[in-house]
């Protein structure tokens, strides 16, 4: 069925490393795709988005491409802060309704 | 400012005594929604709701219920809570638009514990 599957953390990393987090979908057609953010006690946030075959979602330093070869949309930043620390979730949209799917999220923690 | 209210923050209570979680918004969105975040499972859709009036299930609706009478409140009715039903549950919304582009707002989070 339809999915989402993201890399599986946590993740470690010390200020100012690159960061990749792999997300892949499976769906039929070419549904939106996103990026949430969730810091600690907080809900989620969107990061970033996409919604067609190219697109490029940036903000905050973060960035991810929609790749309809490989079902991907991995997230990435040259440099990560301290402030990055938190619970990314990958997800992706419904055709025909505003329902979103969403990976089981990847902490990071960023260290000094 | 534009936002999605939940309450209470945090519950702890006992099996089979109801309980309603709230949730409200104030930028007139369509489109609302419950979630259960689990360790492992991410987030998982409870119910949701295209408009007043209007609801389905999500992918994970038993011992849940939900109402939509007005556009702006949606809460989420628990009516004989169980101790599966521990979890942390956002409510969230968005405008209505085809084909799923629209981003959800979501609420701070309500931390149940069903003793």
């Known amino acids: 069925g339809d999915s989402v599957t993201q890399m599986e953390g946590p993740v470690t990393l010390s200020e100012e490393a690159f960061l990749t987090i792999n997300c892949t979908y499976t769906a039929t057609g070419y549904p939106s795709l996103f990026w949430y953010v969730q810091y600690p006690g907080e809900g989620l946030q969107l990061l970033l988005k996409?919604?067609?075959?190219?697109d490029k979602g940036s903000n905050k330093g973060f960035e991810a491409t929609y790749r309809k070869e490989t079902t991907s949309f991995h997230l990435e930043k040259g440099s990560v802060q301290v402030s990055d620390s938190a619970v990314y979730f990958c997800a992706r949209g419904a055709s025909g309704a505003n329902n979103l799917f969403f990976g089981t999220g990847t902490r990071l923690t960023v260290i000094p | 400012e534009a936002q999605v209210t939940q309450n209470p923050r945090y519950l702890i209570t006992v099996t089979g005594k109801k309980l309603t979680v709230t949730c409200s918004q104030n930028?007139?969105?369509?489109?609302m929604s419950w979630y259960r975040q689990d360790p492992g499972l991410g987030l998982r859709q409870i119910y949701y709701s295209m408009n007043v009036e209007v609801t389905d299930k999500g992918d994970v609706p038993e011992g849940y219920k939900v109402s939509r009478k007005e556009k702006r409140n949606f809460p989420l009715i628990l009516e004989s809570p169980s101790p599966n039903q521990t979890s942390l549950y956002f409510c969230a919304s968005s405008t209505q638009t085809g084909g799923g582009r629209a981003p959800q707002h979501f609420g701070d989070g309500t931390r149940l514990s069903i003793l």
């Open positions: 996409a919604t067609k075959a190219d």
């Open positions: 930028m007139n969105h369509e489109y």
